[in-house]
């Protein structure tokens, strides 16, 4: 891999692991959430079940074989923090867990991948653990407010806010419904909770430009794309956009006169679909084809976006957002 002047970067990609062999990840998967996380193993090629003691390292190797066999450079990579509620005591919720200390490990033994920490505000230890994070080498900082249930304007979470301002670490929040892990209050995926840390400075993603998930939840792209209009420190990616329901705002964002401030990922591992860019008259049969031969799946959604006619800085552009590093 040789990184370009102006790397490609994938902005939006998951770790996961069952913490079997020492990683301290976990999984509870069950119901609708055990069928998609079948779905997600499949669908990059996993030889092993989600609870085989060697599924953390598999799952390290062929992400970094996606990455290495792309087009692109780099991979953001997230970690997930656990649930934790007003008082900061942790709860039982959630489907996954991802703790930094394991995130940083993969990063500095591979540097393709650039770490993204997650750090639910709720927590007593959020500032020291922030503050740690930073020390490490965070790029972002990862949280699902409407799944890790954190609305981000409450001013108890403004000295948490101030830090990453102060840092430049921005934050990249879930926005947009959720299929793939619970959901505690579905008020917080809406972007206009995001209003506070974008007052006091924070660079804020809005991950999948606040589309929706399924055909129940609200789409909230013209409230983005408002609040883009008002804070020149909002940005959001185009994560998941090439699966069945969030394709319907693809056209949209090729559109959206907020293009530079549009980011590439891909959500990985969420499968990415061929059909959805063609039905919706973005791309012609023979592309369609032309990606469903592409196995590697971050391959595949870079391709599907060059196609529909996302330019190439759209795939660029996140290098001047996330915190630098090394700091000088």
Not at 288 to 302: G, H, K, M, T
């Given at each position: ?29 069950g ?10 193993r ?59 200390e ?58 948490f ?18 299929m ?13 909770t ?13 991950a999948h ?37 969030r ?13 530079d ?11 990415i ?22 196995e ?23 290098s ?9």
């Amino acid at each position: 891999m040789n990184p370009s002047p102006s790397p490609k970067i994938d902005g939006h990609v998951h770790l996961v692991g069952n913490g079997r062999s020492g990683s301290g990840c976990w999984m509870r998967l069950g119901g609708w959430h055990r069928m998609m996380g079948e779905m997600m193993r499949r669908s990059i090629g996993m030889p092993v079940s989600v609870t085989d003691p060697d599924f953390d390292r598999i799952y390290v190797e062929r992400l970094l074989r996606h990455v290495r066999e792309s087009s692109l450079d780099y991979a953001l990579l997230l970690a997930q923090d656990e649930v934790y509620d007003a008082a900061g005591r942790k709860r039982d919720f959630g489907s996954f867990y991802v703790p930094n200390e394991y995130l940083f490990e993969v990063c500095e033994k591979h540097p393709e991948c650039l770490p993204a920490a997650s750090v639910h505000p709720s927590r007593t230890d959020a500032l020291e653990e922030l503050d740690r994070c930073l020390a490490r080498g965070a790029r972002a900082l990862k949280l699902l407010p409407n799944c890790h249930d954190i609305h981000c304007s409450d001013p108890r979470y403004d000295r948490f806010w101030e830090r990453m301002a102060e840092a430049g670490l921005p934050l990249l929040a879930h926005t947009g419904g959720e299929m793939t892990v619970p959901v505690a209050n579905a008020a917080y995926q809406d972007p206009r909770t995001l209003r506070r840390p974008l007052e006091i400075g924070v660079k804020v993603i809005a991950a999948h430009c606040a589309s929706n998930s399924s055909f129940w939840d609200k789409n909230y792209f013209t409230e983005l794309q408002q609040m883009m209009q008002q804070f020149p420190n909002l940005y959001a990616d185009t994560s998941a956009l090439n699966t069945p329901v969030r394709s319907g705002i693809l056209r949209d964002a090729l559109h959206t006169v907020h293009a530079d401030r549009l980011l590439h990922g891909s959500d990985f591992p969420v499968p990415i679909g061929t059909w959805y860019a063609w039905l919706r008259g973005l791309i012609d049969y023979d592309d369609r084809r032309q990606a469903a031969r592409i196995e590697n799946l971050l391959e595949r959604d870079y391709i599907l976006k060059r196609m529909a006619g996302f330019e190439e800085a759209h795939f660029t552009q996140i290098s001047k957002v996330l915190r630098p590093w090394p700091q000088h």
